[in-house]
């Protein structure tokens, strides 16, 4: 175990208020208030928590695209029709889809553009319109190496992102994969 002494300095690596580790832990923020400003040595129980908190937050801050993505990419093609996206975001309970193209994203299909499209055209023309017609922007790419802290950044601006590897997709990542990870769950 490290020495007692480091608790504040780890803390504070870690980027965790005193509250937000005692929630962690179960050890109270008084306690470890008084444990950091060295007024008080906590048991070995206690000081097992923190460290044990400590370190489980470390691995979070840690975790790479890898360990979170899904792996399992819906996504649809430029010449694809509208109807088609609609039901497949439908079937999978999606609200935006990655258009590919020879395994590269050049493009997305969201419940938003859809729905201006909808409105602009009406039904029977939106059916058979491709998608390369009314598609976004593609979602952000980044490497299977991309670190926890970046994706959590990069999905505070996105809905989702995709996860590359040698230039092609393999695997995305919304913001429920990040939640997730956050509480242990794959």
């Known amino acids: 175990?490290?020495?007692i002494g480091e608790i504040r300095a780890c803390r504070k690596r870690l980027g965790l208020t005193q509250a937000e580790l005692s929630r962690a832990s179960s050890v109270s923020q008084s306690l470890i208030a008084k444990i950091e400003s060295g007024r008080i040595i906590p048991s070995y129980e206690k000081a097992r928590k923190i460290f044990?908190?400590?370190?489980?937050?470390?691995?979070?801050?840690?975790?790479?695209?890898?360990?979170?993505?899904?792996t399992s990419v819906r996504h649809v093609k430029e010449n694809?029709?509208?109807?088609?996206?609609?039901?497949?975001?439908?079937?999978?309970?999606?609200?935006?889809?990655?258009v590919?193209?020879?395994g590269k994203c050049v493009g997305a299909i969201t419940e938003r553009c859809a729905l201006s499209a909808l409105r602009k055209l009406g039904t029977e023309k939106f059916n058979s319109l491709k998608i390369s017609e009314i598609m976004e922007e593609p979602?952000?790419?980044?490497?299977?190496?991309?670190?926890?802290?970046?994706?959590?950044?990069i999905l505070n601006h996105t809905q989702a992102l995709l996860v590359s590897r040698r230039g092609k997709i393999v695997g995305i990542i919304t913001k429920t994969n990040i939640l997730k990870s956050a509480l242990g769950k794959k």
Do not use: H, N
């Open 52 to 70: 044990e908190a400590l370190q489980k937050v470390k691995d979070k801050k840690s975790a790479m695209a890898r360990d979170i993505m899904s």
């Open 1 to 3: 175990m490290p020495e």
């Open 100 to 102: 590919l193209s020879e």
């Open 80 to 98: 694809d029709t509208a109807r088609k996206a609609i039901a497949t975001m439908e079937k999978y309970g999606f609200s935006q889809l990655p």
């Open 139 to 153: 979602p952000p790419v980044v490497s299977e190496q991309a670190t926890f802290p970046m994706l959590a950044g």
